[in-house]
């Protein structure tokens, strides 16, 4: 997998670098990972390559439903697949996706903490966050 790296210049000039189409085919990105269950089969990819069956056994999901979020996440580009014999074989291809994923938790926990830190001050309200 290729390593993707972020300078500092890179990002602070991310808004001025991307077109519009840039911003739609990033949105679509986003609205792939907004699916729990394809998350939850991401997870399972992250340490290694799987067949579709065992996906089904580590998220608990029809082998259908599996089947048809690989089949998405192959079309855009997300993961792989290679056939040997009757088994159909993933893996991730574009490590962004667990970077992204990562980053996102990491910030989701920080935020949590302040969050939880502010409110343990005295005279202090918990900030509202819109979702």
Known sequence: MNQITLTEEEGKQWNSILSDDMLEAVSHRFKLLAEPMRLRILRTLCDQERTVMEVVGLVNASQANVSKHLTLMHENGMVSRRKEGMKCYYKIV??????????????????????????????????????
Do not use: H
């Open 94 to 131: 574009d490590e962004s996706i667990i970077y992204t994923c990562y980053l996102t938790s990491k910030s989701l926990v920080a935020n949590l903490q302040n969050r939880l830190n502010s409110a343990q001050k005295p005279g202090t309200q918990l900030p509202m966050q819109n979702v």
